[in-house]
């Protein structure tokens, strides 16, 4: 891991390697987010790590402790807008869905209900985004729409108009419309309407591999593929 620092009105640019001497749990880090405390979390291959520009702190699964993180392998972060409640979230590799408690340090898995069933359409999950009355989840086997107040899931597939069910990247627009992409092409699910639109660029499966999604200032969506940017 590498913490950059830019220098005002110099060409000079300071790399600091944060490594598994500084206490980093494992070296291969899949995503990156900043709490509203300020705080630095790194999803990795074994545990969560929480890094306050100084030491890190290190959270992992610890059997039968319900209120430890569900899963060591992480693929994904998100900290909620502070008008949702800055919650941060994590997406594991094989248990789904936690929501990290900060007043007392301890993680609440959303992948099962009450009865302890399964309510996530996969407990893989790659990506996750919020908007104001819904936090959207995808994973390997679907998206999922969860209500804040209710907890309630609702389930997109094929069969509902995914491109593909298995979602690589999630992100909203300006209009707040989500965009979905996906491993055989891009979905915009129009908030209003309900509806879900596929765009598919072609019939090159390379370019319709959606790994990468940003909605610019100005207004343009950028795409990237396994056969370049679009």
Sequence with gaps: LWNITFFAQRPHIKFEHISLEDGLSQSSVYDIAQDNKGFMWFATLDGLNKYDGYTITVYRNKTGDSTSISDNVINCLYVDKPQFGGSLWIGSRGEGLDRFNQLNETF???????????????????????????????????????????????????????????????????????????????????????????????????????????????????????????
């Design 108 to 230: 609440e898995p959303y992948s099962k209900n009450d009865s302890n069933q399964l309510v996530i359409s996969s407990k893989n999950v790659t990506s996750i985004v919020g908007t104001e009355n819904y936090l959207w989840v995808g994973t390997t086997n679907g998206l999922n729409r969860i209500d804040r107040k209710t907890r309630e899931f609702k389930h997109y597939f094929e069969e509902q108009g995914l491109a593909d069910n298995s979602i690589n990247q999630i992100f909203t627009d300006g209009s707040g419309n989500l965009w979905i992409g996906t491993a055989s092409g891009l979905n915009k699910y129009n908030i209003e309407t309900e509806k879900l639109e596929t765009i598919r660029f072609g019939n090159n499966h390379l370019e319709n591999n959606i790994k990468a999604c940003l909605y610019s200032i100005d207004g343009f969506v950028y795409l990237g593929t396994n056969n370049g940017l679009v």
